[in-house]
């Protein structure tokens, strides 16, 4: 399979081009990436120069780039977004653009090359906030700030092409993924360092809000299967089950490089912060897929990686 990955240089997607590559020998992969704030080169360490790999700079909302680059690819998965939730608080307008219209222009050149396959990386947020039980994939959309708003936006785009044009999409739908390659903006990255260097780390409100945590891993093992396996036109939730409150990952951390608990400040709240959400994954579980990674597990491993 020749598949084209937006955003493969960010967090998750480089984390998949790498998982794809070293799983798949007769898999060939094209890179497609802006290079933003978020995207990194180094993040492809090690496949740069794999045959089988081809890194282009380039921005997803370049028609022109991207009616050349789907010409002769069989699945397109997209990574590429605007994903930090804080940004889209101070200017939501990155946010349309590069997440709905961008993806508006792969669909559009999806469909003009016929390509087989096109899986939209999606987040559980686009769900909005669950107090108790889970969000199954018919749940309505109830997205509760800027970046989930954008991102349930191009779920709906991309299900419309399903229909529309009989292109043939498949949604994931990921709860909070952690582990190597990830932004230092985010909070394990973020908190981990602090935490190692002794100073504060600024918790959100009074820590409650509740996540549920994925290894990055997990997540590219059932993107992959929903990728060659899933049903054109489903979207599947990919859940871990490892729920925590942000107090107890900022706990956990401080545990794991030998922190203090005094290093913890409560800071103003996120504007409109979710209080909770969590996955029922059901059907990718069906495809037969586990998450395998404990909290603690993947945690331990982050802190290899980043310390
Ligand atoms: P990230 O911010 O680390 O990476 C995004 C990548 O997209 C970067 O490399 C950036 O350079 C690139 N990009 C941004 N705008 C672009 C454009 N216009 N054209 C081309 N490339 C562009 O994000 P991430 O955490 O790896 O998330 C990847 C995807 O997974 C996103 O769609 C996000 O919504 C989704 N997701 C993330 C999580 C999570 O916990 N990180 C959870 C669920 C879903």
């Not at 709860?175 to 932004?183: D, V």
């Not at 490892?242 to 290093?263: C, F, H, M, P, Y």
Request: net charge negative.
């Amino acid at each position: 399979m020749r598949i084209l990955v937006t955003g493969g240089a960010g967090f998750i997607g480089s984390n998949f081009v790498h998982y794809v590559l070293d799983k798949h020998d007769e898999d060939e992969i094209v890179t497609l990436d802006a290079l933003t704030y978020a995207g990194s080169r180094d993040n492809l360490d090690g496949v740069l120069d794999d045959p089988r790999h081809e890194f282009v700079e380039g921005d997803i909302r370049d028609r022109d780039l991207v009616a050349e680059l789907v010409e002769d690819v069989d699945a397109i998965v997209n990574f590429a977004a605007e994903s930090h939730v804080d940004r889209s608080i101070q200017g939501a307008e990155p946010f349309v653009s590069t997440n709905v219209q961008g993806t508006q222009t792969l669909l559009d050149a999806a469909v003009e090359a016929n390509v087989d396959r096109f899986l939209q990386i999606s987040t559980d947020e686009v769900y909005g906030q669950i107090l108790e039980g889970k969000f199954s994939e018919d749940d309505r959309l109830n997205p509760r700030n800027p970046y989930s708003a954008t991102k349930a936006s191009a779920d709906l785009l991309a299900k419309s092409y399903q229909t529309t044009h009989g292109l043939s999409v498949l949604i994931t739908r990921t709860c909070n993924n952690f582990g190597p390659r990830q932004h230092s903006e985010k909070l394990i990255p973020k908190f981990l360092q602090k935490a190692a260097a002794g100073e504060e780390l600024p918790v959100y409100g009074d820590g409650s809000n509740v996540r549920e945590w994925i290894y990055v891993e997990d997540n590219c093992r059932a993107l992959d299967l929903v990728l060659r396996e899933g049903e054109p036109g489903e979207v599947y939730n990919i859940g871990s089950d490892e729920e925590r409150t942000n107090l107890e990952v900022t706990e956990a951390i401080l545990n794991a490089v030998g922190g203090s608990k005094d290093q913890i400040t409560f800071v103003e709240d996120r504007a409109g912060h979710d209080q909770r959400y969590a996955l029922e994954s059901n059907k990718v579980k069906e495809l037969g897929w586990r998450a395998t990674t404990s909290f603690e597990e993947g945690l331990e491993r982050a802190v290899d990686y980043y310390l």
